[in-house]
């Protein structure tokens, strides 16, 4: 089993920045996948941003690419989310995701995270004003 715990959510207006962070725990040794999605009340969820954990390659969605950064600190075994030029179409719960799963690539994590096999967080909110 794994846990993910979620925190740096808050409110902020057009432009500014926040960071989220995940702190991971339980059999975090198996984990090949972590990343970020968000989703809206109506909305299916959507990727935002995923590392291939052992190679720390990434992956982000068109839509925040350039905006925002995600990294990972294995040591603290934690995922972060530093999120910048925010927009009011920013505005969802944001859940952290880790998963053993061999998706072949952060892409395909980011795109497709499987119902079987992917924890989630409880999420946090962001809310952007404009």
């Known amino acids: 089993q794994v846990q993910l715990v979620e925190s740096g959510g808050g409110s902020v207006q057009a432009g500014g920045s926040l960071r989220l962070s995940c702190v991971v725990s339980?059999?975090?040794?198996?984990?090949?996948?972590v990343g970020w999605f968000r989703q809206t009340p109506g909305k299916e969820r959507e990727g935002v941003a995923t590392i291939e954990a052992r190679y720390d390659k990434k992956s982000y969605d068109f839509a925040v690419e350039g905006r925002f950064t995600t990294s990972q600190d294995k040591a603290k075994n934690t995922l972060y989310l530093q999120m910048n030029s925010l927009k009011p179409d920013d505005t969802a719960m944001y859940y952290c995701?880790?998963?053993?799963?061999?998706?072949?690539?952060?892409?395909?994590?980011?795109?497709?995270?499987?119902?079987?096999?992917?924890?989630w967080g409880q999420g946090t909110q962001v809310t952007v004003s404009s």
């Open positions: 995701a880790a998963d053993d799963h061999a998706y072949g690539g952060s892409w395909y994590f980011l795109t497709g995270p499987s119902l079987a096999t992917t924890y």
């Open positions: 339980g059999n975090t040794d198996r984990i090949l996948y």
